[in-house]
């Protein structure tokens, strides 16, 4: 997708495929916790973004993250994305309803070809790729757990 955050990684996979020294790049799509940033305002309406995506455990990444610095470098990784197909501004309201809050939340559609390939699917991983096992319930399950305190 030619969205400027998109542009950046790219150019930035570049930079590593492109220098001299081995590498390995591991692609995944948003984490369950894409959305929380943007309901941490005291406002009764959140603006969230219409997307469809298909998010994975940032945990799930993370393993495979330090799978891969045990291995040889491997190029391209296959990605990794979550089981379900949810759309962002769904998250966000189960998130919301889940830890008790009260925000509508309303969904905003970038215009363009941008805001198209958002709505549309371009988010969604293309080719094969790795499936996590983790769900987005599973994900709801640790928000509404009180956090314990320790001392």
Do not use: C
Not at 54 to 76: I, S
């Amino acid at each position: 997708m030619d969205f400027g955050y998109h542009m950046g990684k790219r150019a930035q996979e570049e930079l590593v495929r492109d220098g001299d020294l081995p590498w390995t790049v591991l692609r995944a799509t948003q984490f369950f916790e894409f959305p929380e940033p943007l309901l941490d305002n005291r406002s009764p309406v959140v603006l969230m973004p219409n997307m469809l995506t298909r998010p994975v455990a940032a945990r799930e990444v993370a393993k495979r993250l330090v799978d891969h610095v045990t291995q040889a470098p491997a190029g391209m990784a296959r990605e990794i994305a979550g089981p379900q197909q949810p759309r962002m501004v769904d998250m966000a309201r189960r998130i919301v309803r889940a830890q008790g809050r009260h925000r509508i939340v309303v969904p905003v559609s970038l215009p363009g070809k941008v805001g198209k390939a958002m709505s549309g699917g371009g988010l969604l991983p293309h080719g094969d790729y790795d499936q996590g096992r983790l769900t987005f319930d599973d994900h709801l399950a640790g928000l509404e757990r009180p956090m314990a305190t320790g001392r």
